[in-house]
Every structure is written in C-alpha cells, then in structure tokens.
C-alpha cells in the first residue's frame, strides 16, 4: 500500500504543472501599427542618403522590413515589401524590380521560418536571418551581373553579414517601446 502511495506522488510531480516555460520572460506585447509605420518610413527616408552608395553597407530598410515581417506579419507582409522596394529602385535608378526582389524575397523568408525564429532570442535569430539576407541579396545580385555581362565582385556580401550582425541591435532599439509599457505595469505578476 505504502508503495501505491509513493507511485502516485511521484506521478503528481511529473504532471503538466511541473513544467516549466522555455522563456521566463512575459510575451511581446503587439507593436502599435503607427509606430511601424513610423519606424519603416524614417529608415526609408535615411537610405535615401548616398552613404548606401557603399556596396558593403548595411540595406537597413531590408532589416528593417523583415524585423517587421517577423514579430507583425499582419501589418507588414510581402507587399509592402515588394513597394518599398520600387521605391528604392526608383530613387537609385537602378533596375527597377532589383530591389523589389530583393525585399520581397527577404520578406518571404522570414514569414516562412517566423514560427522557428519566435522561439528564439535575437542573438540566436541573427544566425537563422543570415541565409535569408544572403540568398534575397544573392538573388539580385546575379540578375545585375547577368544582365551587365560581368560578375559585380563579393562585396554585397558583407551587407548581409552586416545586416544579421545588426538584427540584435534592431530587436532591442524597436521594442523598446512595448518593454518600456511592460516595465510600468507595476500590477502584473
């Protein structure tokens, strides 16, 4: 009987209850659409500067894009993607569509592996991000040489490990308005 007794507790212990959260911190708190919006047109308008002339620049407007695309896949999705990148063709007068593929093909890759990514913190999130930035950067990167007759060398590549290297950096500037309202709540547990 004893050992029925210890079987038993043994078991409550093992129960759903004793199961601890992969993550201890709260959950995200959904970003307010005006500060995306905010957010995605000043970046846009900084990458109108020539500083991105500078072929291993940093396309902040793509990591900008995808950050959102990740954490707000409802509010920022491939379209806006696939504009905002019109609008950078248009404004370099490069190919137009180059840019637009490029942001587009960024965007699909993150709402693809968003599941994946949301289980991990950002310094994880940046190693998963890279082969996205590189193979949407490589995309564009082999029509341009294509269609010029020439290779346009591997300098575009640093872009993308900038842009990965740069994603915790992004993570912690644009949600820090929803962790400054967590902090405040001083009735939650």
């Not at 190919?95 to 693809?112: I, N, R």
């Not at 968003?114 to 490589?138: D, E, G, T």
Request: aromatic residues 12%; glycine residues 8%; charged residues 15%.
């Amino acid at each position: 009987m004893a050992r029925r007794v210890k079987v038993e507790v043994s078991r409550k212990g093992a129960g759903l209850s004793s199961l601890e959260p992969i993550d201890a911190a709260p959950f995200r708190l959904a970003a307010n659409p005006g500060f995306i919006w905010l957010t995605v047109v000043l970046v846009w308008l900084f990458s109108l500067l020539p500083w991105r002339v500078w072929q291993p620049a940093p396309d902040l407007l793509l990591l900008v894009i995808a950050y959102w695309c990740l954490n707000e896949p409802r509010r920022m999705g491939m379209g806006t993607a696939f504009c905002f990148g019109i609008l950078m063709d248009v404004h370099d007068g490069s190919l137009l569509g180059v840019h637009a593929l490029t942001y587009t093909l960024a965007a699909y890759g993150t709402l693809v592996l968003s599941r994946r990514l949301q289980r991990f913190n950002s310094v994880v999130q940046c190693l998963h991000v890279l082969p996205i930035f590189v193979i949407a950067k490589s995309a564009s990167r082999l029509i341009e040489g294509w269609l010029a007759g020439e290779w346009l060398g591997w300098n575009w590549l640093w872009s993308a490990f900038l842009m990965a290297l740069l994603w915790p950096l992004v993570d912690v500037l644009l949600q820090m308005p929803q962790r400054r309202h967590e902090e405040g709540d001083g009735g939650a547990v």
